[in-house]
Each structure stands twice: as C-alpha cells, then as structure tokens.
C-alpha cells in the first residue's frame, strides 16, 4: 500500500537487547489510555498483534485519522513508539513498515488476556487478601505516582495511606514488579492474610475503591454500546476494544459477595462479549485492507 509522502525513518537493523532496555524503562506509560497514545496501543493490540505481520505507517494515518488524530500527530506518536522500544521499523523503498517489538508483543499479550478474560467480577476467591505495605518519600514524586497508578492498575485498593490490598493473591508479581518501578522494594512488605474479626468487611472495600464512580463508567459504556457507535467497522471495533481496556484497568474486578447487588459491570462484560463478536470480523477485514502490502 503506497504512502502519501516520503519518510524519514531511519534504515538499518534494529538492536534488540536495547529495545527491551527501552521498553522496560519506559513501560510505565504503555499501560495508559489516554491521548493519541492510548488508542495507539489499542490499535496495536487489536490489529496488529493477532496478526504479527508488520504494517505500514499509512494504514496507522489512516485508522487514527477516523478518530480525528492528524497525520503529523500520529507520525509523532509512531516515533516515540520506537525510540521506546515498542515498535522495529523496517524501510522498503520510501516507505516504512513496522514491526511490533519481542518485548512489546510480550505486553500485548499479556494484555489481551487480562482485557478479554475480564469479566468484572472474581469468579473464585478463597477468601485471602494480598496486602502490600508501601510508601514513597516526598522527594520520589515519579515513585509515589508509580505506586497509585500501577497498583490501581493491578486492582489493588488503597484503603489507608501506605496500604494496598487486593483479593487476586496471584498477583504478587506484578505487585513486586510496580514496587521495583516505584524505588520502594526494599523498605515495602507484602503479605497474604485473612479476615478474622473487627468491623465489616463492606466497610473496608468502600474505603478501598470508589465503587460508585467504577459503575458510573459502566453505566456510560451500556449505553454506549448497546446501539452501534460508528458505521465504521474498524472505528467501532476499536472504539469497543479501547473502552473496555479503560475499564479493565478502574474495576478492580471484586468477589461478587463484596459487590453490589445487580452489579452493572456484569452486565456489561456481557455486552462486550456480544458486539466484540459480532464488530470484529468486519473490523479485522477492514484493517487488513488498509494494511496489506501492495503489489
């Protein structure tokens, strides 16, 4: 597929012991879902991913350009995605086609199964909490950052300054991983503990999450999603896959016995399931349209 204008993509090989390098140092952004970015890594994730062939710039200007982002905005934001590690260009002629990195095809992995196995509850729990006891100084701004994002990411609760807990016990990796990122391993502790005696359990989960605003955004994806959002078939699909992820990263996805009642995030997941199968094989055809080598 041609592309409107020469590039500026520099050739050559691509060192791949540096790009995992790259990738670790700045992987603490990828998990976002905000800005240009955001649906950048969505795109990655849902497009080029299942298929791990390359694709060319023009089809990224192409698909972000239905969501408005302009042609110099996405360029910008396919560069970063390489000096960051997350991406391999490959020249062939003027044009450039970019390949996903080890290290990031890693990470979307592991995404895609933590965003299409969510179902916005635990299904089990033995009644456990990982509870991870953390703090970063005053003076380690970017740590204390680290610690609230990324463990709110990983579904963990924040019910008193310096506590974290969770009831996925399996993730005390992850949980070491952010402390590592935050500079805090050595002075945090990390415990598996249950519930004995004192005040309601109910009590500590409010304390923990903001229930109320995680089914506010529920509320907004049903409705949303409930008619088609865009006569686009690779616009809708994305738009689907990107809210979810959104989602996926706020809802702690709690025991239904620690839930409301009705819980909308039930109903939702059903959604999901429901228009991802019936949005992506027109979606997936129309990338592929978009993306295919010419000739």
């Not at 950048?40 to 408005?68: C, E, K, M, Q, Y």
């Not at 003027?94 to 969510?118: D, K, V």
């Not at 709110?152 to 993730?171: C, I, K, L, M, Y």
């Amino acid at each position: 597929m041609s592309e409107p204008r020469d590039e500026t993509t520099p050739a050559g090989p691509f060192d791949d012991a540096a790009a995992e390098e790259r990738f670790v140092l700045s992987r603490r952004y990828a998990a976002g879902t905000g800005g240009v970015r955001g649906l950048l890594i969505t795109v990655l994730g849902n497009h080029v991913r299942p298929t791990g062939r390359p694709a060319p710039t023009s089809a990224f200007v192409d698909a972000l350009g239905r969501f408005g982002v302009k042609e110099e905005a996405c360029r910008q934001a396919l560069a970063r995605a390489s000096a960051d590690g997350w991406l391999m260009p490959e020249r062939e002629g003027r044009y450039t086609w970019w390949h996903l990195s080890p290290a990031f095809t890693q990470f979307l992995n592991l995404g895609a199964e933590r965003i299409f196995g969510f179902t916005a509850t635990q299904p089990e729990w033995d009644g456990r909490w990982l509870v991870v006891l953390a703090r970063a100084a005053e003076t380690n701004r970017a740590g204390r950052h680290l610690l609230r994002t990324r463990l709110r990411w990983a579904g963990f609760g924040n019910p008193a300054p310096g506590v974290w807990v969770s009831t996925h016990t399996d993730r005390v990796g992850e949980a070491e991983f952010v402390l590592d990122e935050a500079g805090v391993r050595e002075e945090a502790q990390v415990f598996l503990s249950e519930y004995l005696a004192g005040g309601e359990v109910s009590t500590l989960v409010r304390q923990a999450w903001d229930l109320d605003e995680v089914a506010r955004q529920y509320e907004v994806f049903l409705a949303e999603f409930a008619r088609t959002p865009s006569n686009d078939p690779l616009v809708r699909l994305t738009q689907l896959v990107h809210a979810w992820r959104r989602l996926a990263l706020v809802d702690p996805a709690l025991p239904a016995k620690l839930l409301p009642p009705e819980w909308s995030g039930a109903r939702a997941a059903k959604l999901f399931r429901r228009q991802h199968a019936r949005w992506e094989p027109d979606g997936t055809r129309e990338w592929e349209r978009i993306s295919r080598r010419s000739g």
